[in-house]
Nanobody, 123 residues
Framework: QVQLVESGGGLVQAGGSLRLSCAGS????????MTWFRQAPGKEREFVAL????????NHADSVKGRFTISRDNTKNTVYLQMNSLKVEDTAVYYC????????????????WGQGTQVTVSS
């Protein structure tokens, strides 16, 4: 089992940058595929980026490709989401999630979730 806590959200102007962090508890963090999702008001939760348990493989949604980068440091039990060139449409609550086994774009296939961190991008 793993507990997840996100941080790093905030208010930023369009074109700016933020780095989100997700700290995991426990000694088994390195076993989990880690994924960032986001949810805007009135919309479904959507996939943003995922990283394999080892960190060697990543995948990013088309909407963020080239602007966002997911990474992890298993020695610190932490996964990051570097967000550059932010757009107003990136405004959402961002969640990190964990699962064992293969990576998935589906939120309902994840077992563990953080509480979320708000990202607001102003024009």
């Amino acid at each position: 089992q793993v507990q997840l806590v996100e941080s790093g959200g905030g208010l930023v102007q369009a074109g700016g940058s933020l780095r989100l962090s997700c700290a995991g508890s426990g000694r088994t963090f390195s076993r989990y595929v880690m994924t960032w999702f986001r949810q805007a008001p009135g919309k479904e939760r959507e996939f943003v980026a995922l990283i394999s348990s080892s960190g060697r493989s990543t995948n990013h949604a088309d909407s963020v490709k080239g602007r966002f980068t997911i990474s992890r440091d298993n020695t610190k039990n932490t996964v990051y989401l570097q967000m550059n060139s932010l757009k107003v449409e990136d405004t959402a609550v961002y969640y990190c999630a964990a699962r064992e086994g293969y990576g998935s774009y589906r939120a309902d296939e994840y077992d563990y979730w953080g509480q979320g961190t708000q990202v607001t991008v102003s024009s």
